[in-house]
């Protein structure tokens, strides 16, 4: 206590400041730097969590990129960005910029393309699971038979299998989308629209002169974001395919989900580590890219 | 109005010239239904259609719970024998409850902590001065934007910063330019 009294003023406030800022500090430390260093250490040994750690160096990295399973894998984590986030990006932003221009229901449709992005994924990865199943029990095929179409095999196709996946993915998220893009559409001035109307522009130049250069910054923080979402899918892949995780045939399989095989089913830490490693550093690039990319546009 | 089919409202519905002049001892006519109204109206369907289908895994989900099990594959929303017997089912083992508490636990705390300590972090880095503040501040800034040399970060409102009042005298310097005072009288 007198040691604290004895303090001048200014120092008193360092000492208040840093007392606010330890807790967060302590925890970032120890709940995120620590394990992120961990993992990138336990990456070059040999450890199956109950076993000594062994240092084997570049062996798990040498036996990753000679994994078969890897590259289809990592093709697979691709597919998942590359059609999910165009495909949700396009289709969000088409419902934002015309549900901007309706006032009836306004807030009700709203409500209506968001209550998705609240359910848990989880949830309803296995609602959708009970669609896609054959006939006497998916409601999909059911729908198809009533109106005498060829049943679809959704989940048991190793072609069908992975954009019947996404699908939910990008349904629940498409809400949240939305939301955003109609925030951002609604920060434009609309002095701008006033001045092309005056002037007489077409509709096609506003929208590439005006409402898409001025969303920019909305459209960067979208792709950015579902990009991380979509390379990091695992609930709905791990959920809607429990009987045989990835597949069939590793079919669905991202990067995610071999992680957890990895770790929890064959307990290989090292490996799984050199696997997290990859994808935290495809993470890093492909948001740096991104963010690169969208801003040398202007 | 996008829907076109409600000319109720008197201002609309052509009591005035478009120019606001009454017309005594005329009713106008109701306003046709124009190609744009019927944009609209196309707009409207389309957009509350896409709605209702993006709720429909949910509205499937909350009308199988009330389905016994052998009504589950038939496609009718409303149960033919509607039933509550698998919520009595779910809520009746007692391990739901212990599971939802779980979950109402995670959330509270988790909200909690986040107000709090992110509260304390933004007041401390606000509103103090003490060595390692920019450090701080830079780590949280770089998470947001990318900084370059030379970009200046501003925050809050200096001590001494107040209204101009009489008296006051504004001195401006830039260098290589040249000094600028005004006397506020």
């Not at chain 2, 052509?14 to 744009?36: C, F, L, M, Q, Y």
Request: proline letters at 6%.
């Amino acid at each position: 206590m007198s040691l604290y009294g004895g303090l001048p003023l200014a120092s008193k406030r360092v000492v208040w400041a840093w007392g606010f800022l330890a807790i967060p500090i302590v925890f970032y430390t120890v709940v995120r730097f620590y394990p992120t260093a961990n993992a990138a250490l336990i990456s070059f040994q040999d450890w199956n969590l109950l076993g000594e750690r062994t240092w084997t160096g570049l062996d798990n990295y040498r036996t990753l990129f000679a994994d078969p399973v890897f590259w289809k894998v990592l093709g697979n984590t691709f597919k998942y960005l590359l059609l999910g986030t165009p495909f949700s990006l396009i289709l969000a932003f088409l419902i934002a910029w015309q549900l901007d221009k309706v006032r009836f229901l306004h807030g009700t449709i709203r409500a209506l393309y968001f209550l998705p992005f609240m359910t848990s994924a989880v949830a309803m990865a296995w609602v959708w699971r009970w669609f896609y199943q054959p006939v006497p029990i998916g409601t999909f095929n059911n729908l198809l038979a009533s109106f005498g179409i060829q049943q679809i095999a959704f989940l048991n196709s190793t072609t069908n299998a992975l954009p019947a996946i996404l699908a939910p993915a990008v349904w629940a998220g498409l809400g949240f989308q939305v939301i955003i893009f109609m925030a951002g559409l609604r920060a434009i001035p609309k002095t701008y629209y006033e001045a092309a109307r005056i002037d007489g522009v077409s509709s096609w130049t506003i929208m590439t002169e005006i409402t898409l250069p001025l969303l920019k910054p909305t459209i960067v923080f979208l792709v950015v974001f579902s990009s991380i979402g979509f390379l990091r899918i695992f609930d709905q892949v791990f959920n809607m395919t429990t009987n045989n995780p990835g597949g069939p045939l590793n079919s669905t399989k991202p990067l995610v989900l071999m992680i957890y095989d990895t770790a929890f089913n064959s307990f290989d830490m090292g490996y799984a580590a050199a696997q997290t490693v990859v994808l935290f550093v495809i993470l890093l690039v492909v948001s740096l890219l991104q963010l690169r990319i969208m801003r040398e546009r202007s | 109005m996008p829907l076109g089919a409600a000319p109720v409202d008197p201002i609309r519905s052509g009591s005035t010239k478009p120019n606001g002049d009454e017309v005594p001892g005329h009713v106008p006519p109701r306003p046709r239904r124009t190609p744009k109204r019927w944009g609209q109206t196309v707009r409207w369907l389309i957009l509350f259609g896409g709605g209702v289908l993006m709720v429909m895994p949910l509205v499937y989900m909350l009308s199988t719970s009330f389905k016994y099990s052998f009504e589950v594959y038939n496609l009718n929303l409303i149960p033919e024998e509607p039933t509550l017997e698998n919520y009595a089912y779910v809520l009746g083992d007692g391990r739901f409850l212990s599971w939802l508490w779980n979950s109402t636990f995670i959330a509270t705390v988790t909200t909690i902590s986040n107000v709090l300590f992110d509260s304390l972090v933004g007041y401390t880095l606000c509103k103090f001065e003490f060595r390692g503040r920019g450090i701080v501040f830079i780590a949280i800034l770089s998470t947001l934007f990318t900084l370059q040399p030379g970009d200046v970060i501003l925050t809050g409102t200096p001590s001494g910063v107040g209204p101009v009042v009489r008296g006051d005298s504004l001195h401006g310097h830039v260098a290589g330019v040249g000094d600028l005072r005004v006397s506020v009288t």
